[in-house]
């Protein structure tokens, strides 16, 4: 059994463990509360720009863009989001299985062919401990999520896609629904389904019916419909990228949150065991004095 000192110096070694982890909590909370305005306050947005997007498409409405044309997978690009630091629970490690899975999919084509895009600084060690080599370093996004970035990366996929460098272009990512709640999302991104995007369309008007206004679809578009949806297409991937760097960040936060305060739950808990054994120990010690006291006056 340890002895008194000892059990009294690891207590004062948790306490300081969980002045950390609670000081620690406080600033992932406060980080987490201005992410999720954000990530909130974009959601509404990209769902509009992807209604305009699907008010203009006809049922019968032919679009021919770059970035809609589906070809046979010889070269496959992977965006994928992790965090530069760590201490957030498992969000790193759910996406790093999730991208070797994805890469376990692509086995069939040469290193070389799959090119990997890391956000953030956990996963691009991975990326790197995994021999390939990283398509840049984006480790800046991860922490600050900046449109012109996001614009610049968005851009650099969306031309080696219509330059028919990459045939594929997929994303990793965590999607942000609550603090208790990410979901770690696989999702194309490149060619742009404008039938999915239909769908989801469809189905948020349905879940949120009465948000949504009727449109009256009686009008002219100059110089076309067709023209109008390959000049939006752009717009839409590029918002795209910046929703997922947005959703990927609040996630992080969530997820370190939530990481602190189960730490310094445990460490509560670990306090009083370690308490109720140091005083079961000053008890035992008290006891045996007496004892020995008692047995000396006896004699």
């Not at 306050?41 to 699907?54: A, C």
């Not at 969000?91 to 990997?116: Q, W």
């Not at 839409?236 to 996630?251: G, M």
């Amino acid at each position: 059994m340890a002895s008194l000192k000892e059990v009294k110096n690891r207590i004062g070694s948790v306490k300081s463990t969980r002045q950390i982890t609670s000081a620690m909590k406080m600033v992932a909370s406060a980080k987490l509360h201005k992410a999720q305005d954000r990530v909130l306050s974009m959601y509404p947005y990209q769902q509009k720009l992807n209604e305009i997007l699907v008010n203009f498409m006809g049922n019968d409405l032919s679009v021919q863009s770059p970035y809609t044309e589906v070809r046979p997978v010889t070269k496959v690009a992977v965006l994928v989001f992790s965090s530069n630091s760590s201490l957030c629970g498992a969000f790193n490690l759910n996406v790093v299985k999730a991208l070797e899975r994805t890469l376990d999919e692509y086995r069939s084509l040469k290193k070389e062919d799959v090119l990997i895009y890391p956000v953030g600084r956990k996963i691009e060690e991975t990326v790197r401990k995994m021999g390939y080599t990283p398509q840049g370093s984006y480790q800046a996004m991860a922490d600050k999520p900046s449109f012109t970035e996001a614009y610049k990366l968005a851009g650099q996929l969306m031309d080696e896609f219509a330059a028919g460098h990459v045939d594929r272009v997929e994303l990793i990512y965590h999607h942000f629904k609550s603090m208790g709640t990410q979901v770690l999302t696989r999702e194309p991104f490149l060619p742009i389904d404008l039938n999915k995007i239909r769908q989801e369309v469809q189905k948020n008007i349905a879940e949120n019916v009465k948000d949504f206004p009727t449109y009256n679809q009686d009008y002219i578009v100059e110089p076309s419909a067709e023209e109008l949806i390959v000049a939006l297409l752009p717009k839409v991937l590029c918002q795209k990228i910046f929703t997922v760097l947005q959703d990927s960040n609040a996630s992080e936060h969530a997820a370190r949150t939530i990481a602190m305060q189960t730490a310094t739950d445990n460490a509560n808990e670990l306090i009083q065991d370690l308490t109720k054994q140091y005083n079961k120990g000053r008890q035992q010690a008290i006891t045996n004095e007496l004892l020995d006291i008692i047995g000396g006056s006896m004699k």
